[in-house]
């Protein structure tokens, strides 16, 4: 049986409750999804006539998330981006948290990269089935603060797996020198998912050049999921080292955020281990 403590300001992971290790899949069934803090966005004007739900409290977030972690309950590991870590627009609601207890994720974590009191939390976040060994917050180099990169390891000495989760930069400029930050962390390992809100599309120039600079297999094109009522871009990703498989790689319609999830299933080589 393991037994994980509560939070501290310090960035301890957590376990929602005691959790007995079960043995883990050899395919794991994996999704990245901007949540957009749980404000649902239908129409480009919403940006302007519901402005005032990105920092007032708003009735609606709390059952925007309920349907979003029923979504979420079949996965092992999901990634977030915008997700608020409890503020006065969340009504002081960490929702890495509350999406956990529903989605009944025993492990979860945020990595705030814009704290702006009580106002808002801006946060990447991450539920998983399995408890990392470790987990390390990167702060992404810019010329504007407030994007980050979590790192997760899995599994022991050996073989591990590693899982990134970012939410990169508007600018091109900032993104190509966030990229190259994380293509140094890419290449100290062998096992990589690397997943997030890139904001930039899968031909794009930046990405053409992370994956040149890499072991990172080709991204799947053309899987769009922005804006979610009509989407058409493609800046939501997940990509994989060389070494691991992919399939059923899929958006799925659930216009819950402006952003789709996506979700793809991975296997894993025999020698690597989710519990060390």
Same mark, same amino acid.
């Given at each position: =049986?393991?037994?994980?403590?509560? #939070?501290t300001p310090e960035g301890a992971f957590t376990a929602l409750d005691p959790v007995?290790? &079960?043995d883990p899949p #050899? %395919?794991? &069934? %994996? =999704?990245s999804y901007n949540i957009q803090s749980g404000l649902e966005t239908s129409r480009y004007h919403h940006y302007f006539t519901r402005g005032w739900r990105h920092f007032w409290p708003s009735p609606s977030r709390e059952g925007n998330l309920d349907r979003m972690s029923h979504m979420l309950h079949d996965y092992d590991l999901v990634g977030l981006q915008e997700v608020d870590a409890g503020s006065f627009r969340t009504g002081y609601v960490n929702q890495v948290e509350y999406l956990a207890r529903r989605g009944t994720f025993p492990y979860w974590y945020y990595q705030t990269n814009r704290n702006l009191g009580r106002i808002a939390q801006h946060s990447n976040g991450l539920l998983t089935r399995f408890r990392p060994a470790s987990i390390d917050e990167h702060a992404l180099p810019g010329r504007v603060p407030g994007r980050g990169a979590l790192h997760m390891r899995f599994g022991g000495p050996g073989e591990a797996l590693n899982v990134i989760i970012v939410h990169l930069a508007l600018s091109r400029r900032a993104r190509m020198t966030q990229l190259g930050y994380l293509t140094d962390l890419i290449n100290d390992h062998r096992h990589v998912i690397v997943m997030g809100d890139f904001n930039c599309h899968s031909r794009s120039p930046e990405f053409a050049r992370m994956v040149s600079c890499t072991e990172l297999l080709e991204p799947v094109h053309d899987l769009h999921t922005f804006p979610s009522w009509k989407p058409h871009r493609n800046i939501d990703h997940i990509l994989l080292s060389e070494s691991l498989d992919v399939s059923h790689v899929r958006v799925l319609d659930y216009p819950l955020s402006d952003h789709l999830p996506i979700t793809m299933d991975v296997a894993l080589p025999d020698g690597v281990q989710l519990i060390g």
């Open positions: =049986m393991t037994v994980l403590s509560h #939070r007995i290790e &079960r #050899r %395919v794991l &069934r %994996v =999704m």
